[in-house]
């Protein structure tokens, strides 16, 4: 079986665990209601739009797009490039911000945090800032289609993918369920890691020219290593807490299996990059590809 059946068939195998976890969930509404904050916003009365989107984007991203690539012309997309990723660093700058300012610098003690369900104008914020980070991962999911509309498709790996489809899957269900606390710590990290990596995607993209700023180049991958030990120690705390009463204790789960693994999908990156002295790849977006 080929690289590119392997990348398919998994990504099928994604969206099955992914409906198995939400009839999970859905089992335990009748205890842990859905957040009614959230009637009427989009995207928010089902997870099926969003898991059509994710769909979608697998089948173009691993099937139909290659496909209608095959015979034609890379796309110059640099300016495009460029605009999109200053755009995801101003964005991410303007989440980190709201983060802070709904709990994590205004209250927040990093170790027991639990969701707050009123509607106090920084608990309605911290509602605003959980689904504007739920939407930016679908702005994100260009990244994979940049790289299909310029015949990059070695750059579509299953890690990629995998990045990409679970999280906007997984946060639907944070949103829904859980808009704060401590299951929106990795968030705020991640909005921070991006605000870097996305700011060294945006130059790259400006051509050679400024190239002579991207030194700190060989640091990005520590970013990433030090963003996912952050995460899984920070999540890990609830395990070794005598009495944390949060909301809802399997999305602590989900958020320190996620974590970990991708802390050793990232060791093992550093190993064969760094350690075995293979070539780095050109693009590497999020820590797997530059254009995450």
């Known amino acids: 079986m080929n690289e590119s059946s392997g990348l398919k068939i998994s990504s099928l195998m994604i969206l099955c665990l992914l409906f198995i976890a939400y009839e999970e969930l859905m089992q335990k509404e009748a205890l842990n209601p859905t957040d009614p904050r959230l009637e009427g916003w989009p995207l928010m009365s089902s997870p099926f739009p969003t898991t059509f989107i994710i769909g979608t984007y697998i089948y173009f991203v691993t099937s139909l797009g290659p496909k209608l690539m095959e015979n034609k012309k890379p796309f110059e997309l640099r300016q495009i490039m460029a605009f999109y990723n ?10 980190t911000y709201e983060f802070l300012m709904s709990g994590w610098a205004t209250g927040y003690s990093f170790r027991c945090d639990i969701v707050d369900y009123s509607r106090s104008p920084t608990a309605l914020r911290m509602v605003r800032t959980c689904w504007l980070y739920y939407f930016s991962k679908f702005i994100e999911l260009l ?40 299951g929106t710590f990795h968030a705020l990290l ?46 890990g705390q609830i395990y070794i807490m ?51």
């Open 190 to 235: 991640n909005c921070i890691v991006h605000v870097i990596m996305y700011t060294y995607y945006g130059l790259c993209s400006l051509g050679p020219a400024y190239h002579k700023y991207l030194w700190w180049k060989k640091y990005m991958t520590t970013i990433q290593l030090v963003q996912f030990i952050m995460i899984t120690a920070h999540i």
């Open 242 to 292: 005598d009495d944390c009463p949060y909301q809802y204790p399997i999305f602590m789960f989900i958020i320190w299996l996620y974590g970990a693994m991708f802390l050793v999908l990232f060791l093992h990156f550093w190993y064969h990059a760094y350690t075995k002295g293979k070539r780095l790849p050109k693009v590497a977006r999020n820590g797997v590809k530059k254009d995450q």
């Open 86 to 95: 200053f755009s995801v660093v101003a964005l991410s700058l303007y989440m």
């Open 143 to 182: 990244d994979t289609i940049f790289f299909v509309l310029r015949k990059k498709n070695n750059q579509v790996t299953f890690l990629h993918v995998f990045h990409h489809s679970i999280m906007p899957w997984t946060w639907w269900f944070g949103v829904k369920f859980a808009p704060g606390g401590l």
